[in-house]
């Protein structure tokens, strides 16, 4: 006998933005003047063959490489000090909220508002993130607590696809009655862990929060619900995109500038692995659905790169990504890791009609790929 499920929405949305930004051109200024630097300290070995001279960056170096113009970050001072290239962050006490815990109280409480709930209303608190402040407590709880939600919170880590593999364990626990209201957030301060320093990859990131309401239908009062279709995740390992920060680091002896102890990445070959592998993860999701991509209005995509965007969306619908068919919002936020197909979401929805769908998909670190089908009531 087939069981049937109620239909589970995402009943609100929410988004912390915060308050400095770089523009490429700042961000360039500052890694020159680094570069040039590090070039007259180590001049002699430079000029032995023992050290290969730092590189400058241009704009039109990211602009092409990314379509990244600019980037949030909570703070901009440390990160532009080319003695420093990284962001000075204030310690605070163990009786204080954290820095991660504030960021997305901040996101949950307008998510919160957008479906008409209070902090009370929710029974788990999921904070999924490609990196967290700590290893415990879980943020989550501390989250949880600070919203005066009930029930149960958990961290959870899945790099970039972090909030999709998120919304599915919110779905699945609403769909079965285990929960009755989750709230996802998806903390993001990518500024930390960033390696600044480096050509190839110091424009990538920025920091950012996302909130998700999901819940039941029947107990929905938001003016804006979109019922979740399904959900399907895949992983496949790869150390083409890779952090190896840790608690075990100091036991190794380690040295805390080490290039690994930061973000870093093949990207020409992640380019090419995960484009195909997205593109197929949809394509097969949607067809268990009975669904082809023709008939998405939307696809929300994970925001790391312009153009392995538009290669997704062409392998699927054969044409561009046009603003409409894939909403950009890397050229004003840069990647943001798992909350960028979810800040698209945010601010790219509000002109479907009821009865049109679309897809939230995010891809990773991993290799790790999440999607989720949506459909607006």
Not at 252 to 269: A, C, H, I, M, W
Request: overall charge negative; proline content about 3%.
């Amino acid at each position: 006998m087939q069981t049937s499920f109620p239909a589970v929405v995402i009943s609100g949305t929410g988004l912390y933005r915060p308050p400095h930004v770089i523009t490429n051109a700042e961000l360039v200024e500052a890694f020159n003047r680094y570069a040039d630097l590090q070039n007259a300290e180590h001049a002699q070995a430079i000029a032995a063959g023992e050290r290969t001279a730092l590189t400058h960056s241009s704009v039109e170096f990211i602009e092409k490489a990314s379509g990244i113009k600019q980037r949030y970050v909570i703070d901009k001072d440390g990160v532009l000090d080319p003695a420093r290239m990284y962001p000075r962050f204030t310690p605070r006490g163990d009786d204080e909220l954290s820095l991660m815990a504030e960021i997305a109280v901040d996101a949950a409480k307008q998510a919160l508002s957008a479906a008409g709930k209070t902090g009370a209303d929710i029974d788990a608190v999921l904070c999924s993130s490609a990196n967290m402040q700590r290893a415990y407590p879980a943020m989550a709880v501390e989250i949880q607590q600070a919203l005066g939600a009930g029930g149960y919170g958990f961290d959870m880590n899945v790099a970039c696809s972090s909030a999709t593999f998120a919304v599915e364990q919110a779905f699945n626990a609403v769909r079965s009655g285990a929960s009755k209201c989750v709230l996802v957030v998806n903390p993001e301060i990518t500024s930390a862990h960033l390696e600044w320093r480096d050509r190839d990859c110091h424009f990538i990131f920025g920091d950012v929060c996302t909130a998700l309401i999901i819940e039941r239908a029947e107990d929905a009062t938001g003016a804006d619900q979109w019922e979740i279709l399904g959900t399907q995740l895949a992983t496949q390992f790869s150390s083409n995109i890779r952090n190896n920060f840790g608690f075990m680091n100091r036991a190794e002896d380690r040295d805390p500038s080490d290039r690994d102890l930061t973000f870093y990445q093949e990207g020409r070959k992640v380019f090419k692995e995960v484009v195909p592998m997205a593109a197929a993860h949809i394509e097969a999701h949607l067809a268990k659905l009975g669904l082809e991509p023709t008939q998405m209005r939307r696809f929300w995509l994970h925001q790391a790169n312009l153009g392995m965007n538009q290669l997704v969306i062409k392998k699927l619908v054969g044409g561009e990504a046009g603003s409409d068919i894939a909403p950009l919002i890397l050229n004003e936020y840069a990647n943001t890791a798992s909350a960028g197909s979810i800040i698209a979401f945010h601010h790219h929805r509000a002109d479907l009609n009821p009865g049109e769908a679309g897809v939230i998909c995010s891809f990773g670190a991993g290799y790790s790929i999440g999607s989720v089908v949506v459909k607006k009531r």
